[in-house]
């Protein structure tokens, strides 16, 4: 019996397995005007395809609190009820296929307002200023300018009333997006919080903004549903290689982890990366999974695992081993939208097919031999060189 697919129970929800996918940005929404932040064909084609070939959660892309929180005014949002209510045709489809659908939250901070990540030569970019922690830009990008302790205030309260939208477009999983350098990782990293007040200098201050924002959410989403919390496990600098910065570590991750518990976090989504540009981080198959592994054993806190996850049977070891409760499937599922039903067939597991696919799967009826005589040997009319 495959490890990689049998149920998880968090809270009131049992997910089918333990292959899912992982949020990934396609800059595809409505860019401007009364739509502005809504989902489109792209997004439910792509999220849809992957729901019927047997993903058991899908977690929709980083989805913006606030129009100045987007990385590009492609990205999805939730700042507003017309944003939900064009999230429910999603939310419904992939409930339909007995997939879970999820939503991550993020506000891009110093990361926001870079545009699309590829050439767009029909529309002029809009840009807007930006505000983190500290008054640090990320490589070249514009400095941002320092949150007040009243604008703090105003983005944790973006943040909860984004999940009680989120709860009502249908979400069955709502995960806080603390990694890969956007407003929460900004806070939490040394490298890029440089700030003297309370939400800055010691560990307990550089994590206060994070836990403000889990506690005002907590307190919105709904008691029953689970709440995830994507983290980078390293900011990959000092601590953890040589590079004489200080950045976040692997020791601060499972300390906050066991804050994050205590508030109701019910599982971490264990990333890496993406606070100093230059940082130099040794990829490579499954190499942010000993970060899932070191969390789930010290902390008793549930752990997906990310990152080079591309081949069954190293899926199936993640979850057989204990290093992890689930893996979270990104580019894999790119190149190859079957390939959680595929695994599934390779690791002796079958998944359930919509009835419109089921002749792709039955086994072919034995050939009666009377109805199936030879083609002919017909001799060419005219003659071939």
Known sequence: MSHLFTP????????????????????????????????????????????????ALIMVEATAITPDGRSSDYDLGLWNDHQAHSLRRLTTFLRDQGTVPGIQLVHAGRKGST??????????QNTWPTVSASSLPFGQLPTPAELTLTDITTIVDSFAAAAQRAATAGF????????????IHQFLSPHSNTRTDHYGGTFEN???????????????????????FRVSATDWL???????????????????????????VDLVDVSTGGSAPDALIPVGPGYQVPFATRIRRETRVPTAAVGL????????????????????????????????SQAASQLGHTLPHPPQYQR??????????????????????????
């Not at 550089?206 to 995830?228: K, N, S």
């Not at 993640?318 to 290093?323: D, E, S, V």
């Open 238 to 264: 000092a601590g953890d290689t040589h590079d004489t910065r200080h950045g976040w570590t692997a020791d601060d991750t499972v300390a906050l982890a066991a804050h994050l518990e205590r508030l109701g």
């Open 8 to 55: 998880l129970t968090l809270r009131d929800l049992t997910i089918a397995h333990r292959a899912w996918m992982s949020p990934m940005m396609q800059f595809a929404a409505v860019p401007d005007g009364p739509e502005t932040g809504t989902v489109t064909d792209w997004h439910l084609q792509h999220l849809g395809s992957r729901a019927v070939a047997g993903a």
């Open 115 to 124: 545009g699309l990540p590829w050439p767009d030569h029909d529309r002029q």
């Open 309 to 340: 996850i591309t081949e069954p049977q190293q899926a199936e070891d993640i979850i057989a081993l204990g290093q992890a409760d689930a893996v979270f499937l990104g580019r894999v599922l790119l190149r190859n939208p079957a390939w959680i």
């Open 172 to 183: 069955q999983v709502l995960e806080l997006h603390g990694a890969h350098g956007y407003l």
């Open 206 to 228: 550089r994590i206060r903004f994070a836990l403000d924002v889990v506690t005002a959410v907590r307190q919105v989403w709904p008691q029953h549903l689970p709440l995830f």
């Open 360 to 385: 792709a799967f039955r086994p072919p009826a034995p050939a009666h031999p009377a109805t199936h005589a030879p083609i002919p040997n017909v001799k060419p009319s005219v003659s071939l060189p």
